[in-house]
């Protein structure tokens, strides 16, 4: 059998792979170009025309494209009216801001647990965690699977609460053959370097209701505004504007805008070869006995944001440290998505003790996220299941 480079074996390649990694050409860079050759760097035409090419990319009637993912998630919030003293239900498998923004608007996050296999926040969780307090679900598409949409909307509505979905990772999927971002009530995006598209930082909110919009779109710039209909006193004059809400500077820059226009471009080619490589993955991992394969969603057509390796801990005589370490000495370099929300320090002072989603709590201890990204080669590919077949064939129990 084949030594892994951490027995002094030979790596299976000889420069490193890092997890993931931005795709820029050149028309891009010359989108970027063009702005910074115009009259306007903020504010200015190439926000509204990223704003219609998400909604006829998704079919949404409304979108606000913000500074980045988080305060899409805090404006999304606002605008579903979460305030002190509301709870917010979401899953501890995300990034920190999914549970931050409820903090943000004076609310308390309540995690409910996952799906073993899918990954994503289980409706059956959603509903014992539902309380007279509860004022919204932020549903993560989590690896960019989207969630049981259907089910979590029945949920909402039957409950009275808002569906947030953080599609931060979603871009590029669709649900029952709809893109996940005409679904929910509202719909963030993230478009930071590691996401499927960027624009270096960015964000949007997605919505059917011209209710929600209005308010995305005052909280979005301090709450603001220059339509008549909303204010309060008569105008002054053609400068005039009011100031109704308590807003935000979360505006994005038309070099961002144009910068995301161009790489909306390439979705489909981005969306095909993850594609390509994730089947490539699964096909090789399902045949190692200690991995377990992330099962799919029948309703979710998949454009994968990252691939996670999941270890069987009785399949397999290493631990998720040591196979990581492993994978680093192969020159496959890796990362975690995500530690448990509550387990961070913030969270435990708010009173989050270890313990409340056990099926969270195991998916960390065991999982890993592999390459995955446009610009891997064929090689690359090839190398990194090289690398996981070696040490799982290696350690295998
Ligand atoms: C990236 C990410 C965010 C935050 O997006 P930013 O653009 O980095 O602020 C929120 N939720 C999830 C699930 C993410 O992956």
């Excluded at 039957?158 to 931060?168: K, Q, R, S, T, Y």
Aim: hydrophobic share 40%; glycine share 6%; charged share 25%.
């Amino acid at each position: 059998m084949e030594k892994p480079a951490i027995e002094g074996g030979t790596p299976v390649r000889e420069t490193k792979i890092f997890y993931g990694h931005q795709y820029i050409d050149d028309a891009d860079i010359q989108a970027v170009v063009d702005v910074l050759k115009s009259d306007y760097l903020t504010c200015g035409p190439k926000i509204s025309e990223l704003e219609q090419k998400l909604c006829d990319m998704t079919g949404a009637k409304y979108a606000v494209v913000c500074s980045n993912g988080t305060a899409a998630l805090h404006i999304a919030c606002l605008a579903a009216g979460v305030s002190e003293g509301d709870e917010v239900i979401t899953t501890p498998i995300t990034f920190a801001a999914s549970a931050n923004c409820a903090l943000y608007c004076g609310a308390k996050p309540v995690f409910a647990d996952i799906n073993p296999e899918t990954y994503n926040i289980a409706p059956a969780s959603v509903r014992e965690k539902i309380t007279a307090k509860t004022k919204a679900l932020v549903a993560v598409d989590y690896t960019g699977q989207s969630v049981e949409l259907d089910e979590l909307l029945q949920i909402c509505k039957e409950n009275n609460m808002v569906l947030i979905e953080d599609g931060a990772h979603v871009i590029g999927t669709k649900y029952k053959g709809k893109a996940n971002g005409s679904i929910a009530d509202m719909t963030t995006f993230s478009f930071h370097p590691v996401k499927t598209v960027t624009g270096g930082e960015g964000g949007a909110v997605l919505t059917n209701s011209k209710e929600l919009y209005q308010k995305l779109l005052l909280y979005r710039a301090h709450g603001i505004t220059r339509d008549e209909s909303l204010m309060e006193n008569p105008s002054d004059g053609p400068w005039y504007y009011e100031q109704i809400a308590l807003g935000f500077n979360y505006r994005m820059t038309d070099m961002q805008a144009a910068l995301l226009i161009s790489q909306l471009d390439k979705l489909e080619m981005f969306s095909k070869r993850r594609k390509e490589i994730v089947a490539k993955y699964d096909e090789a991992f399902a045949k190692l006995s200690g991995i377990f394969v992330q099962k799919e969603i029948a309703d979710s057509d998949t454009t994968r944001h990252l691939y996670i390796l999941r270890l069987k801990p009785e399949r397999i005589s290493i631990n998720r440290r040591q196979f990581f370490d492993a994978l680093g000495a192969e020159n496959v370099c890796c990362n975690v998505h995500y530690i448990p929300t509550y387990y961070f320090p913030y969270y435990e002072k708010l009173g989050y003790k270890k313990g409340i989603c056990p099926n969270a709590e195991k998916l960390y201890d065991e999982m890993i996220s592999l390459p995955l990204y446009y610009g891997m080669s064929d090689e690359d590919v090839e190398s990194v299941i090289a690398a996981v077949s070696k040490i799982a064939n290696y350690y295998a129990v």
